[in-house]
């Protein structure tokens, strides 16, 4: 039996602020109190998932059934897992607290994988390239590379790597002469894009492969440069989740050797990632 739990639109509002302190400072400070289900426990009474309720192209729901990269991986879990698999699906921001909390066994999103999240989670494989790059509407011929993003306000989700790389771009502007300007915080991107639509911020910062899925869906919008150096995306366990990571990094690498695990990246994100690392350790 499948089960899904939709977290209501209309509180997503009401999360943002409580839901980025979550999201950026919970995990530290109760991940010594937590304690992860063993495999043997999962296997008695299922596996619980958490995904992303609008992260598109890796998670997202359309007409009322989840779907995308990471929805399509779990029908697959679901036929290669010894145990059920049950699905929660809700906003970005209650993700990995709990996780790290062990109210949830893994998220099966694209969690950036960053030196403060590996204090207190543990990652799979990665499952695609996650390099910053800034979007801005097609229109403004203001922005035509970096050096123009110079103290414009910039869109970015709450509690994400994305926000926390920002110095980087930070340091890029500096090289040029020019500084970081106001840095807006959403609770999701959908919320971001309508902003930089309307013009309320200027650019908005997000991974490689959602930014081209947005462009190709809204052609309003025009990618720029990246703002960032490598960066990758991960299933996330709590720390010394050992059995379950191997027990998932063995599903992915089973989906790789197929093939399949291509075949999805190829209709998702429009290209296959052949040459990811097996693990990846984090400059920031």
Known sequence: MKIYAIAHPNCLKRRVMLG????LF?????IGNAKAASLEEIKKRG?????ED???????????KPTGFDNELIEDLRKYAPFEVKQEILPWTGILAGVSTGKYDVAITAVIITKERKQSL???SP???ATHYYVKRKDDKSISSIKDLNGKTVGVQAGSALLGRLPELGAMLEKTGGKLGKVVEYTSYPEAYQDLALGRVDYVVNTIINLQTLV???PIFEVGQAVSGPSFPAWAVAKDSKELLAFLNEFIAKEKASGRFAELQKKWFGEAFPNLPVKFEPEF
């Open 20 to 23: 980025a302190i979550a999201a």
């Open 26 to 30: 919970a995990m530290p400070m109760v």
């Open 47 to 51: 596996l619980i998932v958490a995904t």
């Open 54 to 64: 609008d992260f598109r192209p890796f998670e997202f729901v359309k007409d009322g």
């Open 122 to 124: 543990d990652f799979t």
């Open 127 to 129: 499952i695609a390239d």
């Open 216 to 218: 190709a869906e809204k």
